[in-house]
């Protein structure tokens, strides 16, 4: 029960950051939304917010890291990255554009008090770089340095894109950069 409790507030912290950052999410937020007991908070992280956060954004960059991969598992590597791409952008459209990366949710705010966090979302976003210059290499990208290049182009597209698209309540800014990073990577990769 007490890792089933914790397990929810982790998950209840990555979907409240999707939509309302970590600055804009309570403690209280989070046990109301996974329905754990008060004071289950202090005693699953007795570092407090700052470590239910930096364990909601290691779970969500797993998460999204594993999806990735699969993506990246495809015949066609770029026509893999283009489906993961349009469910992503599904996904953002579902939630009225409402909902984002919970990574840039912690990452695109300040944390004086807590330097962990930027941390680790600057070690998921190096993950997710790792994983795509990875990819490329196995599909004959020779150079190092270009596929770790093509791999932070993809990391920087998503999320800008993303956060673009929120704000304009629209598809559009994650269509328009996914359909321009398809074609930049098709150039890029080898034949």
Not at 77 to 83: Q, R, S, Y
Not at 103 to 124: M, N, R, S, Y
Not at 132 to 146: Q, V
């Amino acid at each position: 029960m007490a890792a089933k409790t914790r397990d929810g507030m982790v998950l209840s912290a990555v979907q409240l950051f999707r939509r309302d950052g970590y600055n804009g999410t309570g403690l209280r937020d989070v046990i109301a939304h996974s329905g754990a007991p008060r004071g289950s908070i202090y005693h699953h992280f007795p570092e407090g917010k700052a470590q239910l956060g930096v364990e909601a954004v290691t779970f969500a960059g797993d998460v999204a890291n594993a999806a990735m991969a699969r993506a990246l598992q495809s015949a066609d590597l770029v026509a893999g990255i283009e489906k993961f791409w349009a469910r992503w952008t599904r996904f953002v459209e579902a939630s009225n554009f409402e909902e984002g990366c919970p990574i840039v949710g912690v990452a695109a705010e300040a944390h004086p008090e807590a330097p962990e966090l930027p941390a680790a979302a600057a070690a998921v976003f190096d993950r997710w770089e790792a994983t795509f210059a990875s990819a490329f290499r196995t599909r004959g990208l020779t150079s190092a340095k270009e596929a770790g290049d093509l791999a932070a182009m993809i990391v920087a597209t998503l999320e800008g894109a993303t956060i673009m698209s929120r704000a304009a309540q629209s598809t559009q800014p994650l269509v328009r950069a996914g359909r321009q990073l398809g074609r930049a990577l098709r150039v890029a990769m080898p034949s």
